[in-house]
């Protein structure tokens, strides 16, 4: 069964460091979007993506964040100046239709650690 | 009042009860509402998704949805030990894409 992979699965980094986390979706999937879950807290959107564009983001995806489809198959978060309060679990997720679409499937995320 | 409240239990039951989980929600455009699954440090895991008003069935699982009362249900048949996880709510508007989440309900099922 297709699913959306992510790398690394966990990532330590200093304050004020950039980071790159990377997504696989799924082949077909044509949208794109980045979530976080801080420990203890609910999941947050931050960003979706279409056509290599962003189609919408939250107040939380400030200009410390970029997003980018650098090739066919890889999707990547940037954090440029990592903040201790960055700590969360990342995840990634993808779907074959946008507004009408409601199957968002989700990878097994990214936990950063910022020291 | 936040936008989508659901009681982060934990809620045991026995192997076997029916299990109703639930999320009440403020937004009235509101029109997509999913239900995840995610085992601990996992990524959530979708199990039903409803549009609009009504009630879905796929095997144990069975979601409503009462849009007068802005409140929304997952029942869980014939409860298994691997049933056991933090259960999601999700939803969204008809003209974007991002999910507003509930914040979880820890399931656990005793054998």
């Known amino acids: 069964e297709p699913e959306v992979t992510q790398t690394p699965s966990h990532q330590v980094t200093q304050m004020g460091q950039e980071v790159i986390l990377r997504c696989v979706p799924i082949s077909n999937h044509l949208y794109f979007y980045w979530y976080r879950q801080i420990l203890g807290q609910k999941v947050e959107f931050l960003v979706s993506f279409y056509n290599n564009e962003i189609s919408e983001k939250s107040e939380i995806f400030d200009d410390q964040f970029s997003v980018e489809r650098p090739d066919g198959s890889n999707f990547t978060l940037k954090i440029r100046s990592t903040k201790l309060e960055d700590s969360a679990m990342y995840f990634c997720?993808?779907?074959?239709?946008?507004?009408?679409?409601?199957?968002?499937?989700f990878g097994p995320g990214t936990r950063l650690t910022v020291l | 009042q936040k936008e989508v409240e659901q009681d982060p239990g934990p809620l045991s039951v026995p192997e076997g009860a029916i299990v109703s989980l639930n999320c009440t929600y403020s937004?009235?455009?509101?029109?997509?509402f999913m239900w995840y699954r995610q085992y601990s440090r996992k990524g959530p895991e979708l199990l039903m998704y409803t549009y609009s008003s009504g009630n879905k069935e796929d095997g144990r699982f069975t979601a409503q949805v009462d849009k007068s009362s802005k409140y929304i249900s997952l029942f869980i048949r014939d409860s298994q030990p691997s049933d056991s996880a933090t259960y999601l709510c999700a939803m969204r508007r008809d003209s974007n894409y991002q999910l507003i989440w509930g914040a979880g309900t820890k399931l656990i099922i005793k054998p």
């Open positions: 997720a993808s779907s074959e239709e946008g507004f009408s679409g409601n199957e968002q499937f």
């Open positions: 937004n009235s455009a509101f029109q997509y």
